[in-house]
């Protein structure tokens, strides 16, 4: 089957974070949203199918995870991963945000420390600090258009920390780790003390000739030390499901983890949200290829829009995933001027780029996870904008 990722699905009216949020965050609404890491594009039917399917039924009870929930995720993992785990290592947690939230209240108490590598997705650090522990930041390196782990700064940096939260693959630099470095982080994190929560929502979207390597894969001590954080919503556009699981090989921290989870019972799924999960692994290899061609035709068509027509942005070429970390400081503005840059001359809502720590000050994060029409636009509507700025320079 052939699927249309050039369609126009009108959004606003649906309550869209991403759409209908714009107002709510920049006081507007004639911002074009690029923002929030979700897709524009229809939700793979298949999903759609399966939760109309069981929306047929009259009786909307209480239910437990179904067989095929723990099967597909088994058999996806196995096939795309090459990573054997066995069901009695998984536990379905409600976003893999709130998991880590679970994880931290689980595995620390107020006052430890928990490392994160800035530039990373904000809730790493946001959600550690709300939650009373000390956050410790560790800069990545970039340097020749990716970033980069420096292990000296790392291994200091380490020390003391209860906690490693690993992004992997890496957002917002959409950088896939290679086997060497996880390894590396496993020993030096072994050696520390300090356990990793490894967050790995973004590996399904990993780009050609790139490969995803989950953490606990790669080495002894990386499976002896870690929780991983896994999940459909983001390869298979269906966030709001809520649908995402933890896996965890080594038994001690299995046990603690489930036993938290239970005693509040958060890790009691609805009904659809495993019914959607199944659907996602069960049928949707076609699509994701298919999705993820399309994606990279539009990192291309922004790569190569950029150098033409928008002197002084530059782009870190994903990876993995449909997120784009914009290069803009030889604009030569401050974090301010760039973002008022975007929106009120370009009309955009990206992601400001200091809003991922301090290393992310002169970028900001575009999403291209929409038809090209649309990534069409909002690159005109840039390249216009920064042409009016040079020239009022």
Known sequence: MQYNFDEIIERRGTDSVKWD????????????????????????PFVMDALRKRLDHA?????????????????????????????DMLTFVPGIVRGQAFALQCFTRPGDKVMVMTPVYHPFFL???????????????????????????FS????????????????PGGRVWTVDELRRIATVCKDSGTMV????????????????????????DAARISLTFMAPSKAFNMPGLGSSYAIAV???????????????????????????????????????????????GNIDFTENYLKEHVPGISMIR??????????????????EELVRLFTEKAHLALNDGAMFGKPGEGFMRLNVGCPRSVLQTAL????????EEKARI
């Open 21 to 44: 949020g714009v107002q709510k965050v920049w006081g507007r609404n004639d911002l074009l949203p690029m923002w929030v890491a979700d897709m524009d594009f229809r939700t793979p």
């Open 59 to 87: 009786v909307l009870g209480y239910t437990f995870a179904c067989e095929e929930w723990y099967t597909s995720i088994c058999n996806w993992l196995h096939r795309r991963h090459q990573w054997d785990i066995s069901r």
């Open 127 to 153: 959600v550690t600090e709300r939650l009373g522990r000390e956050v410790v930041y560790s800069p990545l390196d970039l340097c020749e258009g990716h970033y980069h782990i420096d292990f000296a700064r």
């Open 156 to 171: 200091r940096d380490i020390q003391g920390c209860k906690v490693l939260i690993l992004c992997n693959p890496h957002n």
């Open 197 to 220: 929560i490894s967050d790995e929502i973004h590996a399904d979207l990993t780009l050609p000739p790139y490969k995803h390597h989950p953490f606990a894969t790669v080495s002894e």
């Open 250 to 296: 080594n038994e001690d921290i299995r046990h603690r983890f489930r036993e938290f989870m239970e005693a509040g019972e958060f890790c009691e799924g609805h009904l659809l949200a495993y019914i959607g999960a199944a659907a996602a692994y069960t049928q949707g290899e076609e699509w994701l290829e298919q999705m993820l061609g399309y994606v990279e």
């Open 318 to 335: 994903p990876q993995a995933s449909y997120l784009i970390f914009l290069d803009c400081r030889a604009l030569g503005l401050s974090q």
């Open 380 to 387: 005109q509507q840039l390249s216009a904008a920064v042409k």
